[in-house]
């Protein structure tokens, strides 16, 4: 069964230190993986797709099948940045339904 | 710029209640979901619909009906509320195709008593 694994429910950093949001997939297929973030009294929204190999907000996220891992990455972490993040993956078995992980709060401390 | 609006916000209801969450969608897309939020277990999928007329179940469907009234709106009945149906929920539109990104909405928070 497709299943998305964030390890961390809490993850707490300093502001300027450097943030990685852990994600893994379990999926035989080619994935297509999604990261959705909710700030503070905010709706969910998209961050970024791997497809789009883009860089928003300076988060980044690279696809590694060998690992099957998303990981999110940003260099130096800001105090906007604490939000609940979400890895998702889209089967494509699935259609366009979404398969998301568990979630990880991310604190930002200054 | 509504994007995808639920109603309501928040809501109380006595175990054995019903209730129906409202969602609408001012962005033509043809594909839309209903999911509950629960801490620690993510967003699971209750019912969707690939396009106007059509249904299907999801992860977690028990205890919930849905309706695909047009191309715009998608509502979510609890014929029979129950405590465990506490729980944040959200409804998302997107095109067809695989991979396109959710638009969401902001949420119904529901307590069953």
Redesign the interface.
């Known amino acids: 069964a497709q299943r998305?694994t964030?390890p961390e429910?809490l993850l707490s950093v300093f502001k300027g230190a450097p943030v990685e949001l852990k994600c893994n997939y379990s999926y035989s297929g080619s994935p297509?993986l999604?990261w959705?973030v909710q700030y503070s009294r905010q709706?969910?929204?998209?961050l970024l797709?791997h497809?789009s190999r883009e860089s928003i907000k300076g988060f980044t996220a690279d696809l590694n099948k060998g690992e099957t891992s998303f990981h999110l990455k940003k260099p130096f972490a800001q105090e906007e940045d604490s939000a609940m993040y979400?890895c998702a993956l889209?089967p494509?078995e699935y259609?366009?339904?979404?398969?998301?992980?568990?979630?990880t709060i991310l604190r930002v401390k200054s | 710029n509504a994007g995808v609006t639920q109603t309501p916000k928040f809501q109380v209801l006595k175990t054995g209640q019903s209730m129906t969450l409202q969602c609408a969608q001012d962005m033509n897309h043809n594909s839309m979901y209903w999911y509950r939020q629960d801490p620690g277990m993510g967003l699971r999928l209750i019912y969707y619909s690939a396009s106007e007329g059509t249904t299907d179940k999801g992860e977690v469907p028990n205890g919930y009906n849905v309706s695909r009234l047009n191309k715009r709106e998608f509502s979510l009945r609890l014929e029979s509320a129950a405590p465990s149906q506490t729980s944040v929920y959200f409804c998302a539109s997107s095109e067809q195709g695989r991979g396109d990104g959710y638009t969401f909405g902001s949420g119904t928070r529901l307590t069953v008593v």
């Open positions: 998305v964030q429910k297509e999604f959705y709706r969910l929204q998209l797709r497809i979400y889209s494509w259609g366009n339904k979404l398969v998301f992980g568990a979630g």
